[in-house]
Structures are given as structure tokens and as C-alpha cells.
Antibody, heavy 126, light 110 residues
Framework: EVQLVQSGAEVKKPGESLKISCKGSGYSFTSYWIGWVRQMPGKGLEWMGIIYPGDSDTRYSPSFQGQVTISADKSISTAYLQWSSLKASDTAMYYC???????????????????WGQGTLVTVSS | QSALTQPASVSGSPGQSITISCTGSSSDVGSYNLVSWYQQHPGKAPKLMIYEVIKRPSGVSNRFSGSKSGNTASLTISGLQAEDEADYYCCSYAGSSTWVFGIGTKVTVL
């Protein structure tokens, strides 16, 4: 059974750093892209970025480029999302999700989010 | 990238059919048959309901169906049930390893 298990809720102060995690199991962790999605309180879903744990190839949404860092440790099947200096506006639920691929004409790329973690609530408040 | 446009809310009585639209552009919905739909109950993680416009994952009821015409994709829920009350989000691949979500639609079962 495919599972993505995220780390627990965090309460931080503005300016602090944070790294949250997403551990995959039940599938070949290095063979699928992992994405991160933000959901601010009462709002919709926003795609942040993706990483391929096999070689750590990473892509970011322009909205989040430079604001967060996505990484992975394939030896422990875990992906990470980190901030160097949190802001109050980073308060949100963060989900990781596995991306299933789509292949056409011999070219494959990640296409849609098929399995999701349970979410990690990050609260940033002074 | 702008979020895909969805109606804020859609409602229906049990047993009825409802359709949620998802309007994008020629850069996303119109260019790729890679529209997916997600159901999210309050306090829960999103769940994949439709992928590649029309396909249903194993375990998802056949009451859920997807379609696309031009820059607009749609999700239809037939035989509406109380358990279908949730938020629904569309998502489209937008090229160059980027994705865009819809703003979300709240489905209410009357």
C-alpha cells in the first residue's frame, strides 16, 4: 500500500527556520516525483514544487522559487520542505503528494498527484 | 500562472446530477489532456477522483466522470449522495513541469 506520512504540526516564530518531512513507503521512492502543495487557511490548493528523489532534480513554481527549498534523502525515502526564515504568511497546511507519470511519443513526465500525505500544519506567530 | 476558474459553489439534491466547470487557457487546459480532479472533505487531505481528463482511479465511484472541451474541463457527479459534499479542485499540467490548480468549488447536497 502506497503511503506518504508527514511530520507533525509545527508552531514557530517569524524569522525561525523549519524543515518538514514526508516519508514514502509501499512503492519505489526513487521512481516517482514528489510534489509539495500549500493550502492557506480557508483557501485553495497551490502547487509549490516537485523533486525526483532518484537524482534530486527539483523544479519550483515561480511563486515559491527562492522562498522555500525542496530536498530528498533517498536512503530513507523521505522528502523535505524547508524555510530559512519563516513569515506569518507561511501559516498554512502543507501537503506532499506523489506524482504519477504520463508518457506519450516516448517522452514521460510527471502528470498528476495520485497519493497524498496527511498534511503538516505550520503556524507562524509571534 | 493564474488559478483555473471554477464556480465557488454548486448544489444539488440527493440523486440529482451536478457539473463543475474548470476554465483555463490555451497554455494549460487547452493544451494538455492532463486535467485531474481532487475531492477534499473538511480537515482531510485531497483525494484523486479523475485523471487525464476522463480516467477514474481504482476505487472511485463511476458516478464521477470527467470531460473537456477547448479550454474548459468539467466534472460531473451523478446520483448525488450526502458523502459527495466536499470541496472539489481541478488541476492542469501547464507545461515545463508546472501545474495550476483551480480555485475550488464547494459542493452542497441539499
Amino acid at each position: 500500500e502506497v503511503q506518504l506520512v508527514q511530520s507533525g504540526a509545527e508552531v514557530k516564530k517569524p524569522g525561525e527556520s523549519l524543515k518538514i518531512s514526508c516519508k514514502g513507503s509501499g512503492y519505489s521512492f526513487t521512481s516517482y516525483w514528489i510534489g509539495w502543495v500549500r493550502q492557506m487557511p480557508g483557501k485553495g490548493l497551490e502547487w509549490m514544487g516537485i523533486i525526483y528523489p532518484g537524482d534530486s532534480d527539483t523544479r519550483y513554481s515561480p511563486s515559491f522559487q527562492g522562498q522555500v527549498t525542496i530536498s530528498a534523502d533517498k536512503s530513507i525515502s523521505t522528502a523535505y520542505l524547508q524555510w530559512s526564515s519563516l513569515k506569518a504568511s507561511d501559516t498554512a497546511m502543507y501537503y506532499c503528494a506523489r506524482l504519477k507519470g504520463y508518457c506519450a511519443n516516448g517522452v514521460c513526465h510527471p502528470a498528476y498527484f495520485d497519493y497524498w500525505g496527511q498534511g503538516t500544519l505550520v503556524t507562524v506567530s509571534s | 500562472q493564474s488559478a483555473l476558474t471554477q464556480p465557488a459553489s454548486v448544489s444539488g439534491s440527493p440523486g440529482q446530477s451536478i457539473t463543475i466547470s474548470c476554465t483555463g487557457s490555451s497554455s494549460d487546459v487547452g493544451s494538455y489532456n492532463l486535467v485531474s480532479w481532487y475531492q477534499q472533505h473538511p480537515g482531510k487531505a485531497p483525494k484523486l477522483m479523475i485523471y487525464e481528463v476522463i480516467k477514474r482511479p481504482s476505487g472511485v465511484s463511476n458516478r464521477f466522470s470527467g470531460s473537456k472541451s477547448g479550454n474548459t474541463a468539467s466534472l460531473t457527479i451523478s446520483g448525488l449522495q450526502a458523502e459527495d459534499e466536499a470541496d472539489y479542485y481541478c488541476c492542469s499540467y501547464a507545461g515545463s513541469s508546472t501545474w495550476v490548480f483551480g480555485i475550488g468549488t464547494k459542493v452542497t447536497v441539499l
